[in-house]
T-cell receptor
Framework: GQNIDQPTEMTATEGAIVQINCTYQ??????LFWYQQHAGEAPTFLSY??LDGLEEKGRFSSFLSRSKGYSYLLLKELQMKDSASYLC???????????WGLGTSLAVNP | SQTIHQWPATLVQPVGSPLSLECTVE??????LYWYRQAAGRGLQLLFY??????ISSEVPQNLSASRPQDRQFILSSKKLLLSDSGFYLC?????????FGPGTRLTVT
């Protein structure tokens, strides 16, 4: 079957680094996405990985290992505004549809 | 630049009443369009997607329907709402890979 797993909740301290993991099982994998969703708001696009390796975008980086079915989102220099849910999603076979994880709720404490 | 609009932002409707939610996209042509629902504390559920005018694919059997009367307009409807239809309804568009979400409509069925 097709499945995406990520931790339900994480807590970190302002200024620290946090890594949010995501494992996936899909048929015909075509890329992995990370989205950020603040409470009561729509998800916003963070990153898209289709090749193995690390892609860096400012304080946020995303890593993909296709052979292991594994990705992570790395957030550096955490700020209070980073408190949000982080959603992992993957294209599976049909590029028109994404398979979504349930999201990791990150709480950044002072 | 591309913009996606959804309205209304919030809606309270009685059980058995009809529903019409509208989504429009600006600044792009022939986008793929999606309707998602996010119930409280749950993940994103794909309801419908469309690759062109009049082309609708339904993901989950239910009392909802979708239509795409124009290239950049996507409408979600119901003839009779159920309590279980309450949730956060999100419209999204994509041209290549990333999906971009509208602000969402929070629907409460009472």
């Amino acid at each position: 079957g097709q499945n995406i797993d990520q931790p339900t909740e994480m807590t970190a301290t302002e200024g620290a680094i946090v890594q949010i993991n995501c494992t996936y099982q899909t048929s015909g994998f075509n890329g992995l996405f990370w989205y950020q969703q603040h409470a009561g708001e729509a998800p916003t696009f963070l990153s898209y990985n289709v090749l193995d390796g690390l892609e860096e975008k400012g304080r946020f980086s995303s890593f993909l290992s296709r052979s292991k079915g594994y990705s992570y989102l790395l957030l550096k220099e955490l700020q209070m505004k980073d408190s949000a849910s982080y959603l992992c999603a993957a294209y599976a076979g049909n590029n028109r549809k994404l398979i979504w994880g349930l999201g990791t709720s990150l709480a950044v404490n002072p | 630049s591309q913009t996606i609009h959804q309205w209304p932002a919030t809606l309270v409707q009685p059980v058995g009443s009809p529903l019409s939610l509208e989504c429009t996209v600006e600044g792009t042509s022939n986008p793929n369009l999606y309707w998602y629902r996010q119930a409280a504390g749950r993940g994103l559920q794909l309801l419908f997607y469309s690759v062109g005018i009049g082309q609708i694919s339904s993901e989950v059997p239910q009392n909802l329907s979708a239509s795409r009367p124009q290239d950049r307009q996507f409408i979600l409807s119901s003839k009779k709402l159920l309590l279980s239809d309450s949730g956060f309804y999100l419209c999204a568009w994509s041209v290549r890979n990333e999906q971009y979400f509208g602000p969402g409509t929070r629907l409460t069925v009472t």
